[in-house]
Structures are given as C-alpha cells and as structure tokens.
C-alpha cells in the first residue's frame, strides 16, 4: 500500500495512457459516445490529482496556477470535439508532473532510508548485566546500553567496554568502517560490524547527529532557492496575463481577422496550452532537490535550496585555522636532546610527568614518546605547578618540564639558541625541560593541517576564489600553516568577538563570502556569512548556525559542494532559457496558424519533460571534479605566497 500511495501519480498516468492508446486504436470502430467515454475517463484518472492540486493551492493562496490553465485547456479542447488532444495534453502534464513528483520522492527517500536506520530500541544493561530491551526515547545520559555485532547503534554515546569497527556511512558518507575502542565516540545510526560494545549514552535521542541530518535535510525540503521563490510569485502574475490573452484571442481574430468562430476558439485553446509557464515552473524545484541529494549522499548537507544557490556567488572563502584547516590537537613534531647517552632517562622522566599531568599538552607529548618506547617510571612523584609546568626528583635531581621561566631557561646552552629560535619561527609551541636548572631537551609541538586542507585551498582558487585564514593564533604560528596549504590571505590574532566584525569586512570587500568553522566562537561568524559552512564533527552550536554541514570533516566536500553550486546554476540557466524560447516559438506559430493542438501539446508538455529530465542529471556525481580533484592531490605542493597579513586588535 506504501509503494501504491508514493507512486499513485505516476499509476494514474500510465492508466490514462492505456486508456488514450485504447481510444485511439478503436477511433471510427465505435460509437462516437462510446470513444468519448474513455477518452474523458483518461482525462479524469491522468488530471484528477493535478486539477485537485491546482484548486486547493488556489483557494489557499488566492493565486492562479498553471494547473488550472492545463485543467482550461483540455477542457476547452473537448467543448470542441477534441477528446483526443485534450486526452494528450493531461496525460504528457500528468507525466511531467509525475517526474517531478519523483524528484521530490527522491529527496524524502534519502531522508526515509535513514529513518529505517534508525532503531527504535535498545538493550538497557542493568548494574549486575541484565539486560532489558527499552524504548530510544526512554535512555537518559550515562545508562549503560549493550550494541552487539551486526546491530545499528541506537544513540550517541561513548565507548565504556569493547573494540569494534564500525560503519559510519549514514553519518559521514564515508564506505570505509573505521575501528573504534575504549574512550571513543560512537553515534546513532551507525553499525556496528565487529564486536560487542558497551556504550554510555552522552544524548538524548532528539539531539544525537543521526537526527540533526534527518532534521537538516528535512528543512532544506521548505527553503526553495531564490529562484524558485521568484517563479513561484511570477506564476500568478503570468497566467493571468495569458487568460487576459485567451480571452482577447477569443473574440479578437474573428473581428479583425476574419477567421470563423471555431477557427477563433481553437487558437485560443492552442494558445492557452502553449502558453502555459509548465517548463519554466519545473525549472529550478527538481533540478535543485536532486542537487540536495546529490550533496546528501557525499556528506554535504544542505539546509536550502537558496544556501545552494548562494555557493555560487561567493568570491572568498574565511576558514577558521583550529579543528578546520588543522586537526583541532597539538602534535609532538620536534624532540631536541643534545646528549644522546642520557636519551633514555631524560625521555621517560618526560614520558612519566605527561603521563600523570592534565596540562592540555601532556597527551600530545605522552602520547607522541609512547611511539618512542619510553618507560614509565611509577616510583616518580609528579609535582603539577598550575600555569607553568610540571616537577619532580629523580636520581638526585630536580627535573622540570614547562614554560621557559619555571624551568630556568635563562641559563641557556648553544643546542637552546640553536634550536628554539628555529621552532619558535616555525610556529611552534616549544615545552623545555630542565635538569637542576639546566635545558637538557626541547619539545616542539604544533596544530598540524589537515591532510586535504592543501588540495582544497588549490580547487577554491582554481575556481577564482579567494582564501582567508581567520584565526585567533599568533602570527607566526598562522603564517606557518597558511604557507604550508597554500591560504591566500591570513588574519591573526582576531579574538572571537571579532570574527563577525571581520566577517562584515570581508563582505563589504568582496560582496559575499562564504566562513568555514567548527567551533562555538565560530557560530556568530557563520550567522554573518553569506553562506556559513560547519564541520560536521564540531559543535551542536556550529552546526544550527551553518547553512551547510559537512558530515564528514573533510574539507574536499567543500569544492565538491561549490561545483555542485555551479552545475546547478547552469542547469537552472539552461531550463529557464529553452522553456521560454520554446513558449516564444510556439506561441508565434499559432498566432500565423501553423500549429496544431496535438504538436502544441507535445512541443509545450514535452519541453516540461526534458526540463525535469535535465534537472534529474544533478543526481550524478560529478565525476569530472572527482578527476580534477584526484590529479590535483597528487601533484607536489607548493610553497605559496602571502599576500597580506592584517592582525585584528
């Protein structure tokens, strides 16, 4: 019943087409009744859901339609005994408007297929293991759920017990499963392929990932592009000026002309069937429902038509440096010891102290000389001095691991003047650690890009766009990884209250920009963009102030989003321009009497179709990009230029 109720359009029209090739073939082997009857059946099953459609927007809104004109005219063709055209003229708009109905459909399937991803249960885990089957909605923060192999996990939340793979492709559009442990997020929606996991739930079900998508997509549905919402409000203003002319050719010709009076009212009929706005009202809705899905099914969400339509129009690109062009945590790159014989004991005092501080830091350090083997020293006492470092006696000295003036750094060695110049310059944040006072190694850490930021930092300037790093670091550091990607322009030191001022100054600059962020300070920035784009793994804040959400923090899917713009804007320009020269041309050849109502029909109603049909071509992928994209990511980067730096007080 489900399948009958989605697709009762397009059943109503391949009825009326059977009945229309009924009539047709039996046309002089019945009664002239008898032919009629099947053909005003076709024309009731094919335009029923049309003809209703078409009144009830008219009495909701108290503007006239192009159904009602389709309704006039093959009503106008039968009054003159043709049944068959005026049979034609419903079922081609029928189909038309069963292609568009398709479209639509297309868009609510992706929205519907993750619906049936989504469980409606899950397996509660009480305080001695039992386990009981509840409702999503019932879970509360912290409960304990159990997600065994094979099943959709039911809610956000974090990893407590077990390591799987899990298969992220609803959230992220990524097909390749990705390993989960201990300590890690997990999100409703995704399965779990692997192994069984215990999962405390960090959500409720309503604010989980899986349902901002469904609820994203579902909105963009009620934003139509802004040209889609001009059409829409031309409509009205459109058929009634063809009724006028319907009227006027009435009456008109018979006059001046001197054609009979069937002649009059059968050019009238013509001219209101191929006056009909029906390939240019199908111009821009499917074309750009079938671009949402497209993003969609790459990961890139879409909150509107007109924030699709607006991708286009910007000429610069701000991008937040943290958690956007950079992977959001402190990396070890440098590890400076100028004595290799106390290596081993100078690295796993380090290794012991970060192991045992909290300092923002300490993971990145402890993590980086776990990589180096390094042992923990359990016997050492870690002594944490808040805003400066961390101490600790071992072997008859004191070590210390921080900011320059808590460990000493003013008695310096050569290996320090060498080094940590170098790294400071490099943008890098630099840890010393002391032996009684003495620098005996260098840590030098830094937020390292991200491995795609380079490749689309090249596609947006390809496409003639320019690229700012709007950041709140210190210009050294921002300069080092804009020269590293390749960024146009970098702003630095800009605190987050004055990223909007910012945003507003790159508006006047350029006329519309598009911002890329991810974090809280990011979302009054986003809300000030011509177009605010969210890294899909930032925060809740973010992603409800974006127009756009990239699910899958990949920075890629932005010149795919921005081509897709492009492709959409040309597909638009092209229907919008054959619809109205095919009007034009039809309307001309009835005025000098050479067309007839059945290729009026098909040159009107068929121009609706290949329209549609044209819009439809937005499904594909763009392989052409994928290509481009490709050949670009394995060419060898490039130390760019900066052209301008502009540090905001």
Not at 103 to 108: I, P, V, Y
Not at 301 to 309: A, D, V, W, Y
Not at 441 to 466: F, H, M, P, V
Not at 542 to 563: C, G, H
Request: net charge negative; proline share 3%.
């Amino acid at each position: 019943m489900q399948k009958i109720r989605e697709n009762g359009a397009l059943i109503a029209t391949v009825v009326s087409g059977v009945l229309i090739l009924l009539g047709w073939q039996l046309d002089g082997k019945i009664s002239g009744v008898s032919s009629a009857i099947i053909f005003i059946t076709a024309f009731i099953i094919g335009g029923f859901d049309q003809a209703k459609s078409g009144i009830k927007d008219t009495l909701k809104t108290h503007k006239l339609n192009v159904e009602l004109l389709m309704v006039l005219a093959a009503t106008g063709a039968s009054i003159i005994g043709y049944w068959f055209e005026g049979a034609i003229l419903i079922f081609i708009f029928s189909l038309s408007g069963s292609l568009e109905t398709y479209t639509t459909n297309k868009s609510r399937r992706e929205i519907t297929k993750l619906m049936a991803l989504k469980p409606e249960t899950a397996f509660l885990q009480g305080e001695k293991g039992e386990l009981t089957e509840v409702s999503v909605s019932d879970l509360k923060i912290g409960d304990l759920i159990l997600v065994r192999p094979g099943e959709s996990v039911p809610i956000d939340g974090q990893i407590k017990n077990g390591i799987t793979t899990i298969n992220e492709a609803t959230i992220n559009g990524e097909s390749m499963p990705k390993e989960k442990k201990q300590g890690e997020d997990v999100f409703g929606g995704t399965v779990n392929l692997t192994g069984a996991i215990t999962v405390s739930v960090s959500k409720k079900e309503e604010d989980t990932v899986f349902s901002q998508i469904i609820r994203m997509v579902q909105e963009a549905e009620n934003k139509p592009s802004e040209t889609a919402a001009f059409i829409e409000r031309f409509e009205d203003k459109y058929v009634k000026a063809v009724l006028i002319l319907v009227a006027i050719m009435l009456f008109l010709p018979h006059f001046a002309l001197g054609w009979t009076w069937m002649e009059t009212f059968y050019r009238a009929m013509v001219l209101l069937t191929v006056a009909s706005p029906c390939a240019l009202v199908a111009s821009v809705t499917p074309a750009t429902l079938a671009a949402i899905s497209n993003g969609a099914r790459h990961g890139i969400l879409f909150k509107g038509g007109i924030h699709l339509e607006h991708l286009k129009a910007v000429h610069a690109v701000a991008f937040d440096k943290t958690g956007t062009l950079t992977k959001g945590t402190p990396t070890v790159t440098d590890f400076i010891l100028p004595d290799e014989k106390e290596a081993e004991d100078i690295q796993n005092v380090v290794y012991t102290l970060e192991k045992n501080s909290a300092h923002p830091l300490a993971k990145a350090i402890s993590d980086a000389l776990d990589l180096r083997f390094a042992t923990y020293l359990p016997e050492l006492v870690t002594e944490d001095v808040p805003g400066f470092g961390v101490q600790t006696n071992y072997n008859g000295h004191v070590f210390k691991v921080g900011k320059p003036d808590f460990i000493g750094a003013e008695n310096t060695t050569s290996f320090q003047d060498e080094y940590a110049e170098d790294l400071a310059k490099e943008g890098k944040t630099i840890v010393y650690v002391s032996r009684d006072d003495r620098v005996v190694a260098l840590l030098g850490l830094i937020d390292l890009e991200r491995e795609e930021a380079w490749t689309t930092i090249s596609a947006l300037q390809s496409s003639g766009l320019k690229t700012i790093m709007v950041t709140g670091d210190n210009e050294a550091t921002a300069l080092a990884i804009g020269e590293k990607i390749g960024i146009d322009y970098v702003i630095a030191g800009c605190l987050p209250e004055n990223k909007v001022a910012v945003m507003e100054d790159l508006n006047t600059v350029y006329g519309s920009v598009c911002m890329v962020g991810d974090g809280i300070n990011d979302a009054p920035a986003l809300a000030h963009a011509t177009v605010g784009v969210a890294m899909g793994e930032g925060t809740d804040i973010a992603m409800e102030a974006a127009d756009i959400v990239l699910m899958k923090n990949d920075l890629e899917k932005l010149a795919y989003a921005r081509k897709l713009s492009v492709r959409l804007s040309r597909v638009v320009k092209q229907n919008i321009v054959f619809s109205i020269a095919v009007i034009c041309c039809l309307v001309l050849l009835n005025v000098f009497q050479t067309i007839n109502l059945p290729f009026g029909v098909i040159g009107h109603e068929g121009s609706t179709i290949l329209v549609i049909l044209n819009g439809l071509r937005l499904l594909i992928p763009n392989r052409k990009w994928t290509k481009q994209n490709q050949s670009r990511s394995n060419k060898k980067a490039r130390k760019p230029q900066i052209y301008a730096i502009k540090e905001v007080l």
